[in-house]
Structures are given as C-alpha cells and as structure tokens.
C-alpha cells in the first residue's frame, strides 16, 4: 500500500511569507504528526492531529499551525516566516497515534531565503 | 521533561566490524523506547522499539537493542556492519501516558559510516 505521501518535496520561500505543506497518510490512518528537523536542534515534534483534532502541541510559536481534513489528510502552515524556519518538515502517520506503528514521510525540505 | 542523549555524533567504522551506537534517556516513568534510521534524503524508518516484555529486541537486519532501566539506556549494536548500513541513526522516547503517544523526543543523532 502507499506509504506516507508530502508535497512538496523542496520548497524555497522568502523571508516574510507564508507556507502551507500538505501530508497524506497511510490509507486507514487517523493520526498524523509533523517534525522539524534542524541541524542545530534536531528532530522537534511540532503537533499531532487525529480525528481532526489537534491532540498534542510541541514548543513552537503561533506562527505554526496546522490542521487535519475529514479523510486525515493533514496541512501544516507556517506564517511570517523567518531564516530559522529552514529545516526538513517531517509527518508521521499511524491508525491511532501509536509511535509503535507511526510511519514517516520524506519530508519535505523548506529553504527561506 | 524527557530527554535522550546519544553519546557519538559520529561513528566510522570498518565494514564487517562489530558497532555499538549508544543512547541514554532521562526518565523516571516507563516509557517507550524507539531506533530510527535516516538515509540521506529520506524520512525516517523505524529499525525497532521496546515497549514492554524481554528487555532485548532485534530488528530483521541484525540491529539489536537492549534496554537498560538501571542505566536508563538503550544501546544499538550490530555485530558485523555492511556498506549498506551507512546513514544516521536517532534513539527515542516517548511517555505511553500521553494520549497520542506519537510525541516522540528524539537523540541528536548518530551518523555511522562504514569504511570499506
């Protein structure tokens, strides 16, 4: 079956702008979570929505937000973006939100200049 | 709060020599122990977790792990690497009391490389 689908792949945004990256989980999946990777910081979880529902929020500022559609299909936004914003944005997808089964996206690479 | 630490940024090592990739956590609760592994541009593929019962766990590909509650730690050992097992390697944790227990807390990662 598909695996865990994002789009785009790479993005580059200027500083200031908004961008919206959209994550399609594993047919069956309710619940999808999104990671920032940085080198400086690492791997950051950044929310998790199931039922279309935000269930769990990490430590990141208002600028981030997301949302989930009624077939869990999942987008994240990031407002006013800044140079710090430039990472890989990774989502995770698992029928109920357990991390045994989560299965993760290739991300997509977001670059702000 | 939970914290992971992996104690090598980087580890080179011979193909066909045995490696240990090591991770500590911070916790005082039970918790859920994970090894991911990350190819150079790709998202991240579960090599194997602990989550309750027999303190070692293997993976198909000869990665094992054992979980150490004394030692808070859950090492990574291969006994004989491959080419092929080059890439990067993150230890996590998360809290099984959390609803929606996917807010994992991950290491800083490992990055193995095997020399020929």
């Known amino acids: 079956k598909a695996g865990v689908t994002q789009t785009p792949r790479y993005l580059i945004k200027t500083r200031g702008q908004q961008v919206t990256l959209s994550c399609s989980p594993i047919s069956g999946h309710r619940s999808v979570s999104w990671y920032q990777q940085t080198p400086g910081q690492g791997l950051q979880f950044l929310f998790e929505?199931?039922?279309?529902?935000?269930?769990n929020k990490g430590n990141f500022p208002g600028r981030f937000s997301g949302r989930q559609f009624s077939n869990s299909r999942s987008e994240m936004n990031v407002s006013t973006l800044e140079l710090g914003d430039s990472a890989l944005y990774l989502c995770?997808?698992?029928?109920?939100?357990?991390?045994?089964?989560?299965?993760f996206g290739q991300g997509t690479r977001l670059t702000v200049v | 709060a939970q914290s992971v630490t992996q104690l090598d940024s980087q580890v080179p090592v011979f193909e066909e020599a045995p490696v240990e990739l090591r991770c500590n956590y911070s916790s005082s609760v039970s918790v859920y122990l994970f090894w991911y592994v990350q190819y150079p541009n790709q998202g991240l593929q579960l090599l194997l977790k602990y989550l309750s019962g027999s303190t070692l766990v293997e993976s198909i590909n000869g990665f094992e792990a054992e979980f150490n509650k004394s030692q808070t730690s859950f090492h990574l050992r291969k006994p004989s690497v491959h080419i092929s097992d080059t890439a990067e390697y993150f230890c996590a944790v998360s809290d099984p009391l959390i609803q929606g227990a996917q807010k994992l807390v991950f290491g800083q990662g490992t990055r193995l490389t095997i020399n020929p």
């Open positions: 995770a997808s698992s029928v109920t939100g357990g991390p045994a089964e989560a299965f």
């Open positions: 929505y199931f039922s279309e529902t935000q269930r």
